[in-house]
């Protein structure tokens, strides 16, 4: 029902910055929460960072301190500001949403976004 497209993927080095955008249209009305996840090659499908529709946010251990994830509800666009990266973030990231409760299962996610590439150089 909600249709999700990822924009601001791209080449940086080690301690550079990137923003990400997830554009939502449909019904996101009905969204209860958003999350950006990552996957690297051979690895699952790992949590990265939330936001409930009532602004609440959380974030992996991973990217604590570094990743900020916001929403703008006027314009049905959530974001991910990733600063000091490192080659670790490397990977496909991936914005999701969900009209259950929030949570850092993949499984959960209702909609997916076609993913942007991210890499880190060292």
């Known amino acids: 029902q909600v249709q999700l497209v990822e924009s601001g993927g791209g080449l940086v080095q080690a301690g550079g910055s990137l923003r990400l955008s997830c554009a939502a249209s449909?019904?996101?009305?009905?969204?209860?929460?958003m999350a950006w996840f990552r996957q690297s090659p051979g690895k699952e499908r790992e949590f990265a960072a939330a936001?409930?529709?009532?602004?609440?946010?959380y974030y992996a251990d991973s990217v604590k301190g570094r990743f900020t994830i916001s929403r703008d509800n006027a314009k049905d666009t959530m974001y991910l500001q990733m600063n000091s990266l490192k080659p670790e973030d490397t990977a496909v990231y991936y914005c999701?949403?969900?009209?259950?409760?929030?949570?850092?299962?993949?499984?959960?996610?209702?909609?997916w976004g076609q993913g942007t590439q991210v890499t880190v150089s060292s």
């Open positions: 936001i409930t529709s009532g602004g609440n946010t």
């Open positions: 449909g019904r996101t009305f009905r969204s209860i929460a």
């Open positions: 999701a949403e969900t009209r259950a409760g929030i949570t850092i299962r993949a499984g959960a996610y209702d909609d």
